[in-house]
């Protein structure tokens, strides 16, 4: 989610394998993704892997995954019931320099990306997990570069980023629910940029129309005055 700066493009290459393996391990058994968990073209990639966790259908008490992507912590609660088959959470990191990029043709010129987390589930065949949850899935992240009024969003079906409006932001947190598995990115106004406004103009063309309007008034009040002296001559 800074979580700064394909998903599992060729998961027969070894090095894929290897990253995907490890993670695994660190946090039980799990399984291999058959398919790209990410659609292709998704800015920034999303495609290395930080951990994963296996989710029972039968847990009685909520599944926490505790993680960092990219030196930022990350929080996901997944509730009880959340899922009727035995499915692995996989957690992943983008490139935040290409979400940015990305970002600022899909509708949020004047924005970067401070943090992002992929987020994608596959069932015990290794397929992306089909249709939404049967309940929300929770997630907050911490980084003292997160303000108030930067946006969660999150790549959609559509193919472009739509903005999470039931995020919550705070100074360092923000905090969402969601009963998919698409890719997320927080996004923070550039510096000396307010997204959506037209192109920032300096001083000087109002200094330049205030020295003609105050000639046009020297001139009027000077016209005014000999007009006058006329008329009481």
């Not at 589930?121 to 015990?124: A, G, L, P, Y």
């Not at 406004?197 to 205030?210: N, R």
């Not at 008034?217 to 001559?233: E, K, N």
């Given at each position: 989610?800074?979580?700064?700066?394909?998903?599992l493009?060729?998961?027969?290459?070894?090095?894929?394998?290897?990253?995907?393996?490890?993670?695994?391990?660190?946090?039980?058994?799990?399984?291999?993704?058959?398919?790209?968990?990410?659609?292709?073209?998704?800015?920034?990639?999303?495609?290395?892997?930080?951990?994963?966790?296996?989710?029972?259908?039968?847990?009685?008490?909520?599944?926490?995954?505790?993680v960092?992507?990219?030196?930022?912590?990350?929080?996901?609660?997944?509730?009880?019931?959340?899922?009727?088959?035995?499915?692995?959470v996989?957690v992943?990191?983008?490139?935040?320099?290409?979400?940015?990029?990305?970002?600022?043709?899909?509708g949020?010129?004047?924005?970067?990306?401070?943090a992002?987390?992929?987020?994608n589930?596959?069932?015990?065949s290794?397929?992306?997990?089909?249709g939404?949850?049967?309940?929300p899935?929770?997630?907050?992240?911490?980084?003292?570069?997160i303000?108030?009024?930067?946006?969660?969003?999150?790549?959609?079906?559509?193919?472009?980023?739509?903005?999470v409006s039931?995020?919550?932001v705070?100074?360092?947190?923000?905090?969402?629910?969601?009963?998919?598995?698409?890719?997320?990115?927080?996004?923070?106004?550039?510096?000396?940029?307010?997204p959506?406004?037209?192109?920032?103009?300096?001083?000087?063309?109002?200094?330049?129309?205030?020295?003609?309007?105050?000639?046009l008034?020297?001139?009027?009040?000077?016209?005014?005055?000999?007009?006058?002296?006329?008329?009481?001559?």
């Open positions: 989610m800074q979580v700064k700066h394909g998903l493009t060729l998961l027969g290459s070894a090095g894929i394998l290897a990253i995907f393996s490890t993670a695994v391990y660190a946090a039980g058994s799990g399984y291999t993704p058959t398919t790209n968990p990410v659609p292709s073209g998704t800015p920034g990639g999303y495609s290395q892997v930080v951990t994963a966790a296996t989710i029972s259908p039968t847990s009685t008490t909520p599944t926490t995954v505790s960092k992507v990219d030196n930022t912590p990350a929080t996901i609660v997944v509730a009880p019931g959340t899922f009727s088959q035995k499915v692995q996989v992943t990191s983008p490139v935040l320099s290409q979400v940015t990029s990305g970002v600022s043709s899909l949020y010129a004047g924005y970067s990306a401070v992002g987390i992929g987020i589930v596959v069932n015990s290794g397929q992306p997990y089909s939404t949850f049967l309940k899935v929770s997630i907050t992240v911490n980084n003292s570069a303000e108030p009024g930067d946006r969660v969003v999150e790549w959609n079906a559509q193919g472009t980023f739509s903005t039931s995020a919550t705070s100074a360092g947190k923000a905090s969402w629910s969601f009963q998919q598995d698409p890719a997320f990115a927080i996004l923070a106004p550039k510096p000396g940029v307010v959506g406004a037209t192109s920032p103009v300096t001083g000087k063309p109002f200094v330049k129309d205030a020295l003609i309007g105050m000639a008034i020297s001139g009027g009040s000077v016209l005014f005055v000999r007009t006058r002296r006329r008329r009481l001559s």
